[in-house]
């Protein structure tokens, strides 16, 4: 745990009990081993049954709650699998509620979004603590499972996890001490998202319909009852960036694809009695070798889908159901998707929560691919039309990718 300082909570919720930390320890090791559908993905020489050991001692030697989730969460970060991770609310920072984002931009680590006045969009840090940038968040991704290096560091979910105060090094000279207890009461300032569907009818006759989640239904609604009211829009844009996902809204894909269209291929392990004892003992897998493999399902269009030319928008914050809907938007040749590449993580996670203690894990049970084949996991859906976030946008206020999607939808 080197480095990591301890922070003042968010959330109050006792520690758990040793019989309470045998409990979660037990039901962890339940689930990965039955369920986890991402073996594939893990590093060559992975030893499940190795790292488990480890995280087993540190767990039950954790001097409190903080110790005991820290390591729970190294264990599951190194399952490399962005949908398979282990939560504390007392760590985790929720969307635009962090101290600030930052991800590479033009190939520099560069805020995007920012709740500390010494910092502004658009800056770009070239060390912290007298460290290169990389080097300093490595650490740190031992404790954030992802399927591949993100374009935004994801970590500033678990703002907590951090040190209080660092320095940091910008391009143009200034070094400045940082203390992310000053981000708090701070009013973030910078490419922030919607947390409600928002339609703008834009006056070259273009509707914007900008969709922040499929998390809960009524984000899939909305958008459906946009598309009712845009009769007389020359097209629609569908802006998903930093969409994260829910549930893949099948009745949205529904109202909008006019041609038949491809879902995803997946497999997810399966676990037989009979088989896993007849295995042979020398050659003991780490993980269920036994799987069924399903897709892909080809949906039949609507009559009355709505007919218009679309496009959507994407970037490396559109997850999960959000880079279904993409995927399949693509597949099934509906319109352009522009932007950046999507997170490249998905799948139905099996979950397990500890309400009484504010704790809970996830697994992932099945991954994906491309309808033919390609990997998906790791990958995301890449755009048809690469739109790259700029500095200079940032530095602006201005949502250029957003202008420069219009642009090409409205001569496509």
């Not at 295995?279 to 039949?300: L, M």
Request: proline share 7%; glycine share 8%; net charge negative.
């Amino acid at each position: 745990m080197a480095g990591i300082e301890q922070r003042s909570p968010l959330a109050s919720f006792r520690d758990p009990d040793s019989s309470e930390r045998v409990v979660i320890i037990a039901e962890i090791y339940h689930a990965i081993r039955r369920y986890f559908a991402h073996a594939e993905g893990l590093p060559a020489g992975y030893d499940f049954e190795e790292q488990f050991a480890a995280y087993v001692k540190a767990a039950m030697d954790a001097p409190d709650r903080r110790g005991f989730s820290l390591a729970s969460m190294r264990l599951f970060a190194g399952l490399r699998n962005g949908h398979t991770r282990f939560m504390d609310d007392q760590l985790w920072v929720n969307q635009n509620e962090g101290p600030m984002r930052i991800q590479l931009v033009e190939g520099c680590w560069t805020v995007v979004w920012t709740r500390l006045h010494e910092l502004s969009p658009g800056d770009v840090i070239v060390s912290i603590d007298g460290r290169p940038v990389a080097d300093w968040v490595a650490p740190f991704y031992d404790y954030v499972g992802s399927s591949s290096p993100a374009s935004h560091f994801e970590g500033w979910h678990f703002a907590e996890i951090f040190p209080k105060r660092f320095t940091v090094l910008t391009d143009d000279g200034r070094q400045i001490m940082l203390d992310l207890d000053d981000a708090v009461e701070q009013q973030a300032r910078g490419r922030l998202y919607p947390v409600e569907v928002e339609t703008i009818h834009r006056h070259d006759g273009l509707m914007v319909i900008r969709i922040p989640a499929f998390n809960d239904p009524r984000y899939e609604q909305a958008a459906i009852s946009a598309l009712r009211d845009a009769t007389d829009a020359k097209a629609v844009l569908l802006d998903l960036r930093s969409n994260r996902g829910g549930t893949t809204p099948m009745n949205l894909l529904s109202a909008i694809m006019t041609k038949p269209y491809p879902g995803t291929v997946f497999s997810s392990p399966m676990t037989i009695a009979y088989s896993d004892a007849s295995r042979d003992e020398y050659e003991f897998p780490q993980f269920p070798i036994t799987a069924y493999r399903y897709g892909p399902y080809i949906a039949q269009p609507k009559p009355d889908a709505w007919p218009g030319s679309m496009a959507i928008l994407a970037d490396a914050g559109c997850a999960s159901a959000g880079e279904d809907f993409v995927l399949r938007f693509q597949q099934g040749g509906r319109g352009l998707v522009l932007g950046e590449p999507t997170w490249g993580s998905t799948g139905k996670p099996y979950c397990r929560r500890f309400p009484e203690l504010g704790m809970s894990f996830r697994v992932s049970t099945k991954r994906e691919y491309f309808a033919d084949g390609r990997p998906f996991e790791g990958v995301g859906v890449t755009p048809d039309r690469a739109i790259p976030l700029t500095r200079k946008e940032l530095q602006t206020g201005e949502d250029a990718q957003l202008e420069e999607a219009v642009r090409i939808l409205l001569l496509a």
